[in-house]
Every structure is written in C-alpha cells, then in structure tokens.
C-alpha cells in the first residue's frame, strides 16, 4: 500500500476543498499522484473544477491604461512583497510610470519589457532595481499585456479592489468603431469588463479552449453518469458540457448583472440596437495572488 503524507493530502484537500479521508483515499487510489487524484475525485462527483489553491502569496498592484487615441491599452501586473507597499501612493505612481512606459513600448511580455529603454535613461529593469533600493523590498514586473486594436476596433479596461484585479478588452464592430458612440454601448462595455473581473472567464469563445481539456472533462462528465441507460448518457454528458462551458467561455457565461441573460445575447442585443454587429475579440485578465 502506497504512504500517503499529510502533507499530500493537506494539498489536494486545498485544491478541491473535499474532506480529508476522501482526499486520502483518492491518493491511495491514484498511488500517490496528485492530479490523478484530484481526477478521482472528479469523477467520483466530490470536487469540481477550478478549486484548485493555486494561488502565490504576493502583493502588488494590476494597472490598466489606453492611449488617447483609444488605439493602444496595457494591463500591468507589478508584484512587490507587503500590502503596505502595495498601498503606498510612491509604489502606485511608480507602476503608473510603468504603465505609461509600456504603452509606448512594443513587447510581448515581462522579459522583453524588462529589457527595454526607458526614457529616464537605462533600461526597465535599471529602474526597477534603483525603486527596489529606494522602498527596502523586492519588484517583480510578472504579467502583462498590450493590445493594438484596428479601425473597427474599441479597447476598454476596468480596475477592481483597488489594484488587486484588472481587465483589458477589445471589442469590434462590423461596420465601423462609430458605432461605439450609440446610445447604450459606452455603457455595456463597461459593464462586460466588469462581468470579466467578477466571473474570472478563461476565453471568449468555447472555439479557442485546449481541445484535450474539452476531451478531459468529457471524460469525467461521462465518468459521473457511468450506468445509466446509453441512450440518455450523451444527453446527460451534452448537459454537463453545456454547463462548464457556461462557466468558462465569456460569451456563454450568464450576464452578471442579469443571469437569465448571456454575454453574447447581451453583446446581440446592444449590436442590434446601435445597427451594427458587436463582437470581443479578446481580453485579458490579471489577479494578484494568482499563478501564471
């Protein structure tokens, strides 16, 4: 029989919230691997997806800004080591300046970024190093994105819980970003970046999901109604799918603001009533605390 510490059973426990005896159990089952366990678990209909505890102990601020001319936008995520800090007026100007700096640079990603001119002279990461000296605690530039939009396009962002959460989103509109300016729209898409920060989606569409989780959770889901009639498993299994696709997919996530309605119906709607057909393309959201 595989040893089974408290250690690895305290971890499942914390990634699935499911009682400790079960947790143990699972892990004996699956020898002693973690994620066959929580799979196990799964299956088994006690723990659901995405209660993993995978979040890091970090402090910091997420900053979200969009050029003038509503073009380009930036989210930035600035990690430091103390809540304090995070919450000193010196620390938000600096990632202010970040974020203003990055908005005039074309990266991809913290690296690049790092290593790229900064107008004060040196590079990003000089900087850095000299406000690390300055405040006493370690800087971590960890996440971020910048998107450029088209002629069609609108970016918007939206910053929650003082810095701990921001979004960036970039719609389209069929015939033209004039379209933007009806009645109403300004307003939605205000309320879609909010709905994004709440509801924490993983991808606009169901289209753009790793086709080998889809397969996974069918799996499980086919798992969870093992011996049922075959002629209403498939229904059963389209059900459960419908359903985590609901929780993961923006657009078939129900409106947070009106849960009878989804993000797309929503996104239909306000197109229809401005003439024109609006559509996410992308966005981004970054969390302190959470993994990469």
Do not use: W
Not at 31 to 50: N, P, V
Not at 211 to 240: C, F, H, M, S, T
Request: hydrophobic share 45%; glycine share 10%; with cysteine.
């Amino acid at each position: 029989m595989t040893q089974i510490s408290a250690l690895l059973v305290k971890e499942l426990r914390e990634k699935t919230n499911v009682g400790m005896m079960d947790c143990k159990s699972a892990l004996v089952e699956a020898g002693g691997d973690l994620e066959a366990a929580e799979d196990i678990l799964r299956k088994k209909g006690i723990a659901k997806a995405g209660k993993k505890a995978d979040r890091e102990a970090k402090e910091g601020l997420v900053t979200a800004l969009i050029r003038e001319d509503g073009v380009v936008g930036v989210l930035l995520e600035v990690n430091c080591e103390t809540d304090f800090v995070a919450k000193n007026e010196n620390f938000r100007a600096f990632t202010d300046e970040l974020a203003l700096v990055l908005l005039a640079t074309e990266v991809e990603d913290a690296a690049g970024f790092l290593a790229a001119p900064h107008p004060g002279g040196g590079t990003v990461e000089d900087v850095v190093k000299e406000k690390i000296a300055e405040i006493g605690e370690n800087i971590l530039i960890r996440r971020l994105a910048r998107f450029e939009t088209g002629a069609n396009g609108r970016l918007a962002s939206y910053i929650h819980m003082q810095g701990r959460v921001g979004v960036l989103l970039e719609l389209e509109a069929g015939k033209g970003s004039d379209s933007f300016g009806a009645d109403g729209v300004a307003e939605v898409v205000k309320d879609i970046t909010l709905h994004i920060a709440a509801a924490s989606p993983s991808c606009v569409r169901r289209e753009e999901l790793d086709p080998a989780l889809v397969a996974k959770e069918r799996e499980i889901a086919a798992e969870q109604v093992k011996g049922k009639p075959e002629n209403v498993i498939e229904k059963i299994v389209d059900g459960k799918m419908g359903k985590f696709f609901a929780q993961v997919c923006l657009l078939e996530q129900g409106f947070i603001k009106d849960t009878d309605k989804t993000v797309g119906a929503l996104l239909d709607e306000t197109g229809a009533k401005a003439g024109d057909s609006l559509t996410v393309t992308r966005f981004k959201r970054l969390a302190i605390g959470e993994a990469s």
